[in-house]
């Protein structure tokens, strides 16, 4: 597909979703405030922590996990792409075309983008009031926005930013005491833009008059990035770059792209400058002439920048040294890797496990690493504002090393990995077709999707017996509730469920999945949720096999 489709389609989408007030739920606090939040019949979807190694279910495969012979190669790599749109002049005009053509303007989108805490909550449960709503729209619509892309505001996150729908220091979200409020409504308000990454500043908000208060600080800046389109960030969080940075970056693009000068994370435990820092998974570090290099403000006072949108108060950015290191049982090779990565074994099936696990492969030994979190969008989860991830985030991060950049929304993903390579779709297939499809075709470096969401990362089938071996009981579940028999062999499935679910009678049961996780595919139960009577199963790959 090509570029100016996909970026259409992606903003397109964002758009759409950003008008919805499904788009906005609850911030998951914690696992058990996530219980507390729900009906009775949503339950917590079983994780079995031993069938978590993903490296011990490759060897039941028949794979050598440290084979590093080239086997897939990534068609049509667009990372560096990505990375850079935000500072790119026809994407960033194609973008501002399409809220004019669909939505009046960006300033009528800002206001349809902040009015959807309307009959909405804070995190605190305090119901978003009319006087409330009513200021903080009067401050979106005083605001001026860019009509065309302009160099000078163009801007780069100098810390983790959680951009957010609406220009508020609280989340909002649906009310969490609501006998309605199943997974698929708790998407977070907040999207998590790491540190080091290129935006685009549409506009600053004009600060509310108080003591104390610094626009370059404490204001609201419209931002705009191709996968999540129009959000709201605090100023502090960002710096506007000059040419001499973005001629830095672009230093090496090209038909190799930046290739040795980007670099991403692979844990969140890294030390920078003699001090811990705890950087989300895929933080984007620049590496030239032997020096690690990320973004920082420069200057002691912020300086006013006067763009088509009008005047922006915010510090300059530049590109400082820092120095890397790891906690001694790391290797700062094995967390902060060259990209684009080999498309091998021994490399797939690391980021496989990178991304479903706290710490990287080797890191720490397996009974001692923990699931990631799950979350709607990619925010910040739990009371130790652990990051968390959506089924549509999991494969994102699962390929993005590897060189390619899939777009934001699952239905999008699969719509591009159906076009790149696909295997079999069952269409609206009973239970026993889309189960062999899964057996047949589910194998390590394909995924597959049921209808357009719950994109997953294939591990692969093992028999009942070896199942058994891996996690015993997630072998007597299999038996007891899973509808599988001795001879069956079970599927093996790794992403970041939004929800597994049951029929039983004319309702559906949700099973609220708290965490990224390899989950067994079982033929009843809410572990037999992707192959279910009437689904469309769908199988493809992302990689090209290599020639």
């Known amino acids: 597909m090509a570029n100016a489709l996909l970026a259409k389609a992606r903003l397109t989408e964002a758009l759409r979703k950003q008008s919805r007030n499904a788009i906005v739920g609850g911030v998951l606090a914690c696992l058990s405030g996530i219980a507390l939040g729900y009906p009775d019949a949503d339950r917590q979807g079983e994780v079995y922590p031993e069938l978590q190694d993903v490296h011990r279910i490759a060897q039941f495969q028949g794979i050598n996990t440290q084979d590093e012979t080239l086997r897939w190669q990534v068609n049509e790599p667009n990372l560096i792409q990505w990375l850079l749109a935000p500072w790119d002049a026809a994407k960033v005009n194609e973008a501002l075309f399409l809220y004019k053509e669909e939505y009046g303007s960006i300033a009528d989108t800002a206001v349809k983008v902040a009015s959807i805490a309307r009959d909405h909550f804070d995190a605190s449960g305090h119901q978003i009031t009319e006087a409330e709503l009513e200021r903080l729209l009067t401050l979106v619509e005083s605001t001026g926005y860019l009509q065309q892309f302009d160099p000078r505001a163009r801007a780069i996150t100098v810390m983790d930013t959680d951009a957010q729908f609406f220009p508020s220091d609280v989340f909002v979200t649906n009310n969490l005491s609501s006998g309605s409020n199943v997974a698929a409504n708790q998407k977070s308000s907040s999207t998590l833009i790491a540190r080091n990454t290129p935006v685009i500043v549409l506009g600053q908000l004009t600060p509310v008059s108080s003591p104390g208060l610094d626009a370059a600080e404490d204001s609201w800046v419209a931002l705009w990035r191709p996968e999540f389109g129009l959000k709201f960030a605090k100023s502090r969080h960002i710096a506007l770059v000059g040419d001499d940075l973005v001629n830095k970056l672009q230093s090496g693009y090209g038909d190799d792209g930046l290739s040795g000068q980007l670099k991403l994370t692979t844990t969140t435990r890294i030390k920078s400058v003699g001090e811990f820092h705890r950087l989300p998974l895929g933080v984007p570090v620049f590496y030239q002439n032997g020096e690690y290099l990320m973004a920082a403000r420069?200057?002691?006072?912020?300086?006013?920048?006067?763009?088509?949108?009008?005047?922006?108060?915010?510090?300059?950015?530049?590109?400082?040294?820092?120095?890397?290191?790891?906690?001694?049982?790391?290797?700062?090779?094995?967390?902060?890797?060259?990209?684009?990565?080999?498309?091998?074994?021994?490399?797939?099936?690391?980021?496989?496990?990178?991304?479903?696990?706290?710490?990287?492969?080797?890191?720490?030994?397996?009974?001692?690493?923990?699931?990631?979190?799950?979350?709607?969008?990619?925010?910040?989860?739990?009371?130790?504002?652990?990051?968390?991830?959506?089924?549509?985030?999991?494969?994102?991060?699962?390929?993005?090393?590897?060189?390619?950049?899939?777009?934001?929304?699952?239905?999008?993903?699969?719509?591009?990995?159906?076009?790149?390579?696909?295997?079999?779709?069952?269409?609206?297939?009973?239970?026993?077709?889309?189960?062999?499809?899964?057996?047949?075709?589910?194998?390590?470096?394909?995924?597959?999707?049921?209808?357009?969401?719950?994109?997953?990362?294939?591990?692969?089938?093992?028999?009942?017996?070896?199942?058994?071996?891996?996690?015993?009981?997630?072998?007597?579940?299999?038996?007891?509730?899973?509808?599988?028999?001795?001879?069956?062999?079970?599927?093996?499935?790794?992403?970041?469920?939004?929800?597994?679910?049951?029929?039983?009678?004319?309702?559906?049961?949700?099973?609220?999945?708290?965490?990224?996780?390899?989950?067994?595919?079982?033929?009843?139960?809410?572990?037999?949720?992707?192959?279910?009577?009437?689904?469309?199963?769908?199988?493809?790959?992302?990689?090209?096999?290599?020639?």
Not at 359 to 377: C, D, Q, S, T
Not at 402 to 430: A, C, M
Not at 476 to 495: F, I, K, Q
Request: hydrophobic share 40%; with cysteine.
């Open 298 to 547: 420069s200057g002691i006072e912020a300086a006013s920048q006067q763009t088509s949108a009008g005047a922006v108060r915010l510090f300059n950015a530049q590109l400082m040294p820092v120095s890397l290191a790891t906690d001694p049982s790391g290797s700062l090779g094995d967390q902060i890797p060259n990209v684009p990565m080999l498309l091998n074994y021994k490399n797939y099936l690391n980021q496989i496990s990178n991304v479903l696990l706290k710490y990287p492969a080797g890191y720490v030994a397996l009974a001692e690493n923990e699931n990631r979190y799950f979350a709607f969008g990619e925010g910040t989860v739990g009371p130790d504002s652990e990051r968390g991830m959506d089924a549509s985030t999991f494969a994102l991060k699962v390929v993005q090393p590897f060189g390619k950049w899939l777009p934001r929304y699952s239905v999008h993903q699969v719509q591009e990995g159906v076009e790149n390579r696909l295997l079999i779709t069952t269409n609206q297939g009973d239970s026993e077709e889309n189960f062999q499809a899964m057996l047949n075709h589910c194998s390590v470096g394909n995924f597959a999707s049921v209808g357009a969401g719950n994109n997953m990362a294939c591990l692969g089938s093992v028999t009942l017996e070896q199942l058994g071996q891996i996690s015993p009981q997630a072998k007597a579940d299999a038996l007891a509730t899973g509808g599988m028999t001795e001879s069956d062999r079970v599927p093996l499935v790794a992403l970041s469920a939004v929800g597994l679910t049951h029929r039983e009678g004319d309702g559906v049961i949700w099973y609220i999945t708290g965490k990224a996780a390899i989950f067994p595919v079982f033929k009843s139960g809410y572990l037999s949720s992707f192959v279910r009577d009437g689904r469309s199963l769908s199988i493809f790959s992302y990689f090209q096999l290599a020639p």
